[in-house]
């Protein structure tokens, strides 16, 4: 019903910046919330960042004031702004969406992409 693809992920030097692309096709207009989530080597999937679709925002404590969260509603694509990245930021992070349905809340994840940083 919702597909999301995932782009923008690769090897950056810490301190650098980075942006992750989230296009979603399918029944795009019933998604209410987007996100970004990560999970690094051996450990849970946390989240990043999330934005609804009135506008408001919500970020783990980690990536406050380095990272954005946007979308582009004509593009259907939701983007995340990584600056001042940190080793402990890489992992592989995976674009989330909720969607609301006859029957209740259906949620639907990308395939991940990997983003590594490197000393």
């Known amino acids: 019903q919702v597909q999301l693809v995932e782009s923008g992920g690769g090897l950056v030097q810490a301190g650098g910046s980075l942006t992750l692309s989230c296009a979603a096709s399918g029944s795009t207009r019933s998604i209410y919330s987007t996100g970004w989530y990560r999970q690094g080597a051996g450990k849970q999937r946390d989240l990043v960042a999330t934005i609804t679709s009135g506008g408001s925002t919500n970020y783990a404590d980690s990536v406050k004031g380095r990272f954005t969260i946007s979308r582009d509603n004509a593009k259907n694509t939701v983007y995340l702004q990584m600056n001042s990245l940190k080793i402990e930021d890489t992992a592989v992070y995976f674009c989330?969406?909720?969607?609301?349905?006859?029957?209740?809340?259906?949620?639907?994840w990308g395939q991940g992409t990997q983003v590594t940083v490197s000393s």
């Open positions: 989330n969406g909720l969607a609301r349905t006859i029957r209740g809340i259906d949620s639907y």
